[in-house]
């Protein structure tokens, strides 16, 4: 038996979430990580943001990931963004890499 804590898999879109939901979600129950829906809440608009905003919406995400994958323990992650872009797809292999100490293994599909 692994003493892995879980393996989640993370599906990357840009697509709204309700076709995300419609497109992915139909077979599987996936933990939805809004991204747009975060920068909102956070009363940031996307093309004004500071340094610092941008560092208060990583934590936020990440936040939002890490309750994905530990509160629900949920083994499919739903990533819903309309810029998806390769440096968001490393920066969050680099952010679940230093989960991996806690046992967690992952696979990120780009849709």
Do not use: P, W
């Not at 497109?23 to 500071?50: H, M, N, P, Q, W």
């Not at 309750?67 to 949920?74: A, E, K, N, P, V």
């Not at 440096?87 to 599909?109: H, P, T």
């Amino acid at each position: 038996m692994s003493d892995c804590l879980q393996e989640v898999r993370f599906v990357l879109t840009k697509c709204s979430v309700k076709e995300a939901k419609k497109k992915f979600c139909s077979d599987a129950g996936f933990y939805v990580v809004d991204i747009g829906k975060i920068i909102r809440e956070l009363g940031y608009d996307t093309s004004f943001l500071s340094v610092e905003s941008e560092f208060i919406i990583n934590h936020s995400v990440q936040k939002k990931i890490l309750q994905g994958i530990y509160s629900t323990r949920c083994s499919d992650i739903l990533v819903v963004y309309k810029n998806i872009s390769d440096d968001f797809v490393d920066n969050l292999k680099e952010f679940l890499d230093g989960q991996s100490e806690d046992g967690l293994e992952y696979a990120i599909e780009v849709l």
